[in-house]
C-alpha cells in the first residue's frame, strides 16, 4: 500500500502543477491557439537508458521435517507429546555487477512537466555467490498443543562461495518529472522519478551449472538525474537509480532480498 500511495502521491502533484502551467500559458497568450514550441517535454515520450548496475540478492529457508512423536497423559491430566525433527536452514546469496543493464520506456509527455511511461529493463551479471547450509536435531516438549520446551543440536554444516552469473529483468510503470520549466535556468533537465511493477533475477553456479537465489516481487524504482537538450526533440542525460523488492514472492516461512543501484546513460525523445 506504500507503494500505491506514493504513486498517488506523485500523480495530484502533477496533475496540479500541469492545471496551474496551462492557466499561466493560457494567460500569456489569451485568444490564441496555443502550439508547443521545440525542447519541450509533450507528446510522445521514449527514453533508452544504459549504464553499470550492481545487484544484490538473498534467500532465505527453513524447514523441519517430521521424525517421531511420543505421547503420554500426565497425572495431573494433561497430554504430553515429545516431538523430534530434524531442521534444514540455508542462505543463498549473489552479488555482481552488470554492463550494460538496460531500460527501455515509452509513453507520453504532459505539460513539459511530467512523462507517464512503461519500463522494460534487465541486464546480465558476473560476480560471487555464496550458499549456506545447517542441518539440526530438534526436539520439544508439547503439552496440550502449547510448546514447553525446545532443544536444538546442530548436526551439519557446509559453507561454499562460488563463482556466478545471473540475470535480471523487469516489466513496470512510472512517472518522470521536469519540475524545472524555464529553458534559462541551469536546473532545467532535472528530472526525479518513481516507478513500480513486477521483477525478478536468478544466479547460476558456473561449476556445477546449477541455478539458485531465485529471487522476484513486487519493486519500487526511484529516480534522480539530468538531460541536455541536444537537439528540438532528443536529449541526452545522466540518471542514477535505486530499485528494492517490497513485496516478495516466497514460500511460507521464507525470505528475500533484492536490490538494484544503477548509474546509467540516457537517450530521450519528447
Known amino acids: ?12 502533484f502533477a496533475t496540479a502543477a500541469l492545471a496551474h502551467a496551462d492557466v499561466v500559458e493560457n494567460n500569456m497568450v489569451p485568444n490564441a491557439e496555443k502550439s508547443f514550441s521545440a525542447r519541450e517535454h509533450r507528446g510522445s515520450y521514449f527514453s533508452v537508458n544504459w549504464g553499470l548496475s550492481y545487484l544484490s540478492s538473498e534467500y532465505n529457508s527453513s524447514h523441519l521435517g517430521f521424525s517421531s512423536s511420543v505421547g503420554t497423559t500426565r497425572l495431573d491430566g494433561r497430554y504430553e507429546k515429545l516431538e523430534h525433527y530434524g531442521q534444514h536452514d540455508e542462505q543463498e546469496s549473489f552479488s555482481a555487477w552488470g554492463f550494460p543493464s538496460i531500460d527501455i520506456r515509452f509513453g507520453r509527455s504532459f505539460g513539459n512537466l511530467i512523462a507517464v511511461h512503461f519500463s522494460i529493463g534487465g541486464g546480465m551479471f558476473n560476480g560471487e555467490g555464496k550458499r549456506s547450509k ?3 536435531a530438534v526436539g ?3 503439552v496440550d498443543d502449547v510448546i514447553e520446551s525446545e532443544q536444538k543440536q546442530l548436526s551439519g554444516i557446509m559453507n561454499e562461495t562460488i563463482d556466478s552469473y545471473g540475470i535480471y529483468g523487469s516489466f513496470g510503470f512510472g512517472f518522470t518529472v521536469y519540475p524545472f520549466r524555464d529553458p534559462a535556468s541551469p536546473l532545467n ?12 533475477s536468478l544466479a547460476r553456479d558456473e561449476v556445477y551449472a546449477s541455478d539458485y537465489c531465485t529471487v522476484g516481487g513486487v ?8 538531460d541536455w537538450w541536444v537537439s528540438d526533440t532528443w536529449s541526452i542525460g545522466v540518471g542514477f537509480s535505486f530499485t528494492k523488492v517490497v513485496y516478495k514472492f516466497v514460500d511460507e516461512g521464507d525470505d528475500s532480498n533484492l536490490h538494484v543501484i544503477s548509474l546509467s546513460f540516457r537517450l530521450t525523445r519528447g
Open 189 to 200: 533537465g532535472f528530472f526525479a522519478g518513481i516507478a513500480g511493477g513486477i521483477d525478478g
Open 219 to 226: 519493486f519500487t524504482r526511484y529516480e534522480l538525474g539530468k
Open 140 to 142: 520439544r516438549t508439547v
Open 134 to 136: 545447517q542441518d539440526y
Open 1 to 12: 500500500m506504500k507503494m500505491f500511495s506514493k504513486f498517488i502521491c506523485i500523480f495530484v
